[in-house]
């Protein structure tokens, strides 16, 4: 499967920004979906996923109640709405996809996923 992402962009603190990871190929909707992002001089970090057969999502403490992961499988997309994003959200986001059902302990490792999307930035301004 092939992914791209965007939505990217600059926001104020309190804003809100919608990411989108559009795929190509692929049994879609058998995949398991991770959204990863990357500050300037930190490492990649897991953001939330989404396993694309059930629907059931997970997220890192730091964005619960304010990011939720969607997906539209007829469209082959998936969302990340990002409501009260603080500075600290500022990174470059990567969707990331693997075939399957990923169980939650390696849901949050990038090590899991196999095809990767370009990032698309996302500045939170203060």
């Known amino acids: 499967v092939q992914l791209q992402a965007s939505g990217g962009g600059l926001v104020q603190a309190g804003g809100s920004l919608r990411l989108y990871c559009a795929a190509s190929?692929?049994?879609?909707?058998?995949?398991?979906i991770g959204w990863f992002r990357q500050a300037p001089g930190k490492e990649r970090e897991f953001v939330g996923g989404?396993?694309?057969?059930?629907?059931?999502?997970s997220y890192r403490n730091s964005v619960k109640g304010r990011f939720t992961i969607s997906r539209d499988n007829a469209k082959k997309t998936v969302y990340l709405q990002m409501n009260s994003l603080e500075p600290e959200d500022t990174a470059v986001y990567y969707c990331?996809?693997?075939?399957?059902?990923?169980?939650?302990?390696?849901?949050?490792?990038?090590?899991?996923?196999?095809?990767w999307g370009q990032g698309t930035q996302v500045t939170v301004s203060s």
């Open positions: 990331a996809a693997e075939p399957g059902r990923l169980i939650t302990s390696r849901l949050g490792d990038a090590k899991n996923y196999g095809s």
């Open positions: 190929g692929g049994s879609f909707s058998t995949y398991t």
């Open positions: 989404i396993r694309l057969t059930d629907g059931s999502t």
